[in-house]
Nanobody
Framework: QVQLVEFGGGLVQTGGSLTLSCVAS????????MGWFRQSPGKVREFVAAINWSGDETYVTDSVKGRLNISRDNTKNTVSLHMNSPKPEDTAVYYCATGPLIVMDYARRGRPIGDLFRHWGPGTQITVAS
């Protein structure tokens, strides 16, 4: 069983920047595609970004392209979400999650990928102040 813990949540101003990190333990990190999701009050959890096992392919949902991007450091079992010029609508609890290697193939084909993710961190709150 893999364990995930997110770090780096807090308050950020619009036009600022913030990086979230997620550290994995318990299993081989490169066995997984890694993803970030978020959930705002009163809304369902939504997919944000995913990155393949080696870090050379990413998939970012259209609503955050240009503002949020994902990276990973396999030497540190860490996946990060970088927020540049966030907007108030980016306020949410952010979760990292593990998915099978097939996630990126599904993403390229335009198939839903949210249900492929299995292990989740407890989440970290990001509040974007205008």
């Amino acid at each position: 069983q893999v364990q995930l813990v997110e770090f780096g949540g807090g308050l950020v101003q619009t036009g600022g920047s913030l990086t979230l990190s997620c550290v994995a333990s318990g299993r081989t990190f490169t066995d997984y595609t890694m993803g970030w999701f978020r959930q705002s009050p009163g809304k369902v959890r939504e997919f944000v970004a995913a990155i393949n096992w080696s870090g050379d392919e990413t998939y970012v949902t259209d609503s955050v392209k240009g503002r949020l991007n994902i990276s990973r450091d396999n030497t540190k079992n860490t996946v990060s979400l970088h927020m540049n010029s966030p907007k108030p609508e980016d306020t949410a609890v952010y979760y990292c999650a593990t998915g099978p290697l097939i996630v990126m193939d599904y993403a390229r084909r335009g198939r839903p990928i949210g249900d492929l993710f299995r292990h989740w961190g407890p989440g970290t709150q990001i509040t974007v102040a205008s």
